[in-house]
């Protein structure tokens, strides 16, 4: 019941908040763009592709809440209530000072993780460029590290770090297709399921988004890990996933073989595989202030 009534107040304090004029339609909102009607609108109308980050960046000036919620994994049945028990909960806030930058905070609690970072844009699609690029850059802590377990370790050993550059194209009205080479750095790894360490790792995100009518869209991601060693227990992720826009909120519903949400956790750690059914459910809620 506690679960139950954990995620009644999360959609609570959604509601509660959304404006008078809430019934608009997000669609105008987050298609805003600056008074040069050359470009292109957004690919993507929210942060995230699904799992992976799109190269939608906040307008100036607004703020955004977004929670993510990882349940368990759907494969132990009725013994984990189906992904209700263990859990992962991420919070963020994302604000930009200034057009084409955004600074964002957050955590998880999967590994008790924080996060920082910058996404910023380089180019943007027009009559006169092909696609839109969106640099992201992230460091995250993991607190969650216990000195009982690793008596070594220093505090700079909880430093995993994620780099990308977000290149898309937003082809009609209908499908926007990104593509993310990813540089990662875990200053620490278990090598007991990441078998012989490996803390640089490259990887190559895909992502893509195709709207099924006016308010909801089919999305899905993927990235595959040049730099996973053979013995390693992780596999590449695979997200597939709904938009659900209403007034003031998008509804983001998904399926993944990751439970992480951090750039590293998810794209380097993902302990899930589709073929043996050991997938999870989650959600992604974005609310625009």
Same mark, same amino acid.
């Given at each position: 019941? +506690?679960?139950?009534?954990?995620?009644?107040?999360?959609?609570?304090?959604?509601?509660? &908040?959304?404006?008078?004029?809430?019934?608009?339609?997000?669609?105008?909102?987050?298609?805003?763009?600056?008074?040069?009607?050359?470009?292109?609108?957004?690919?993507?109308?929210?942060?995230? *592709?699904?799992?992976?980050?799109?190269?939608?960046?906040?307008?100036?000036?607004?703020?955004?809440?977004?929670?993510?919620?990882?349940? &368990?994994? $759907?494969?132990?049945? *009725?013994?984990?209530?189906?992904?209700?028990?263990?859990? !992962?909960?991420?919070?963020?806030?994302?604000?930009?000072?200034?057009?084409?930058?955004?600074?964002? *905070?957050?955590?998880?609690?999967?590994?008790?993780?924080?996060?920082?970072?910058?996404?910023?844009?380089?180019?943007?699609?027009?009559?006169?460029?092909?696609?839109?690029?969106?640099?992201?850059?992230?460091?995250?802590?993991?607190?969650?590290?216990?000195?009982?377990?690793?008596?070594?370790?220093?505090?700079?050993?909880?430093?995993?770090?994620?780099?990308?550059? $977000?290149?898309?194209?937003?082809?009609?009205?209908?499908?926007?297709?990104?593509?993310?080479?990813?540089?990662?750095?875990?200053?620490?790894?278990?090598?007991?399921?990441?078998?012989?360490?490996?803390?640089?790792?490259?990887? $190559?995100?895909?992502?893509?988004?195709? +709207?099924?009518?006016?308010?909801?869209?089919?999305?899905?991601?993927?990235?595959?890990?040049?730099?996973? !060693?053979?013995?390693?227990?992780?596999?590449?992720?695979?997200?597939?996933?709904?938009?659900?826009?209403?007034?003031?909120?998008?509804?983001?519903?998904?399926?993944?073989?990751?439970?992480?949400?951090?750039?590293?956790?998810?794209?380097?750690?993902?302990?899930?595989?589709?073929?043996?059914?050991?997938?999870?459910?989650?959600?992604? *809620?974005?609310?625009?202030?």
């Amino acid at each position: 019941m +506690k679960s139950v009534r954990e995620y009644a107040v999360i959609f609570l304090v959604f509601f509660l &908040g959304t404006h008078i004029n809430a019934q608009d339609d997000l669609l105008d909102e987050l298609d805003t763009t600056t008074e040069n009607q050359s470009f292109e609108s957004p690919a993507f109308k929210a942060m995230r *592709i699904a799992n992976l980050q799109s190269t939608k960046i906040a307008a100036k000036g607004d703020l955004y809440f977004y929670v993510s919620h990882r349940f &368990g994994t $759907l494969q132990n049945g *009725i013994d984990t209530f189906f992904g209700f028990d263990n859990a !992962n909960t991420r919070i963020q806030f994302a604000y930009s000072f200034w057009e084409g930058v955004q600074f964002s *905070i957050s955590r998880e609690s999967l590994r008790k993780t924080y996060t920082g970072a910058i996404k910023y844009r380089l180019a943007r699609q027009s009559g006169k460029f092909p696609v839109t690029v969106v640099g992201y850059n992230s460091i995250n802590i993991n607190t969650e590290i216990n000195e009982n377990t690793l008596p070594n370790i220093t505090f700079s050993d909880r430093y995993s770090f994620g780099h990308q550059l $977000l290149i898309s194209r937003r082809f009609s009205k209908s499908f926007s297709f990104e593509i993310a080479p990813t540089y990662i750095r875990e200053n620490v790894q278990d090598v007991r399921v990441t078998g012989t360490p490996n803390h640089n790792q490259f990887a $190559l995100g895909f992502g893509g988004r195709y +709207k099924l009518s006016k308010r909801v869209s089919l999305n899905a991601d993927y990235a595959y890990n040049f730099s996973r !060693n053979s013995n390693s227990i992780y596999n590449n992720p695979l997200t597939i996933g709904v938009d659900i826009e209403t007034g003031g909120h998008v509804f983001q519903l998904l399926f993944s073989n990751a439970q992480s949400t951090t750039v590293p956790g998810f794209m380097s750690n993902a302990e899930g595989d589709w073929s043996k059914g050991n997938v999870f459910f989650g959600f992604n *809620i974005v609310r625009v202030f």
